[in-house]
Antibody, heavy 122, light 113 residues
Framework: QVQLEQSGAEVKKPGSSVKVSCRAS????????ISWVRQAPGQGLEWMGR????????NYAQKFQGRVTFTADRSTSTAYMELSSLRSEDTAVYYC???????????????WGQGTLVTVSS | DLVMTQSPDSLAVSLGARATINCKSS????????????LAWYQQKPGQPPKLLIY???TRDSGVPDRFSGSGSGTDFTLTISSLQAEDVAVYYC?????????FGQGTKVEIK
């Protein structure tokens, strides 16, 4: 079973950027599709986009286009999410999650990182 | 974007009783060519990430107890907990992956009565 380990909590100023990492173990990272999902305090789940490291394919949710960048380092089995121009509304827990079986169209999320709290405050 | 609406927002059920959560999609998530419903259910406990329970609307993920079951097709789906246990107290979410972006319901909080 794949395990996803995320970087620690961050406190950022409005207008700055944050970069969250997600390291995978227990499987073949290159074959994965990794999605990023965020959850504001006390709120629901919001998909931000996904990256497929093998093919260097990225898909961003329209809401985050131009402000988010996904990258991956196959040598360390690590995916990264960078969000820029931070505002208070970006305060949330950010999760990485593995898409279960993309070749079969199964984009449910079967493994999740523990989450990274990003707090945006002046 | 497809909108997923869950009902109720919360429910309190006695230990050992049945809990039923509904999820309605603004458009069908049934793909006719393979007859699969692109619908998943998750359980989230406080301070934890969501956990996948059900995918393809009715297939339990590995290790999920058989008291959890999913049903429905098209636009209307149900998650049933046949005999509620104390460890099932959580928020439950449905998610569609028929369209992009994948979208979630607002969540249903399950408590013990």
């Amino acid at each position: 079973q794949v395990q996803l380990e995320q970087s620690g909590a961050e406190v950022k100023k409005p207008g700055s950027s944050v970069k969250v990492s997600c390291r995978a173990s227990g499987g073949s990272f290159s074959n994965y599709s990794i999605s990023w999902v965020r959850q504001a305090p006390g709120q629901g789940l919001e998909w931000m986009g996904r990256i497929i490291p093998m093919h260097i394919i990225v898909n961003y949710a329209q809401k985050f286009q131009g402000r988010v960048t996904f990258t991956a380092d196959r040598s360390t089995s690590t995916a990264y999410m960078e969000l820029s121009s931070l505002r208070s509304e970006d305060t949330a827990v950010y999760y990485c999650a593995r898409d279960r079986d993309p070749p079969r169209g199964d984009y449910s999320f079967d493994s999740w990182g523990q989450g990274t709290l990003v707090t945006v405050s002046s | 974007d497809l909108v997923m609406t869950q009902s109720p927002d919360s429910l309190a059920v006695s230990l050992g009783a049945r809990a039923t959560i509904n999820c309605k999609s603004s458009q069908s998530v049934l793909y006719n060519s393979n007859n699969k419903n692109y619908l998943a259910w998750y359980q989230q406990k406080p301070g934890q990430p969501p956990k996948l329970l059900i995918y393809w609307a009715s297939t339990r993920d590995s290790g999920v107890p058989d008291r959890f079951s999913g049903s429905g097709s098209g636009t209307d789906f149900t998650l049933t907990i046949s005999s509620l246990q104390a460890e099932d107290v959580a928020v439950y979410y449905c998610q569609q992956y028929f369209g992009t972006p994948p979208t979630f319901g607002q969540g249903t909080k399950v408590e013990i009565k």
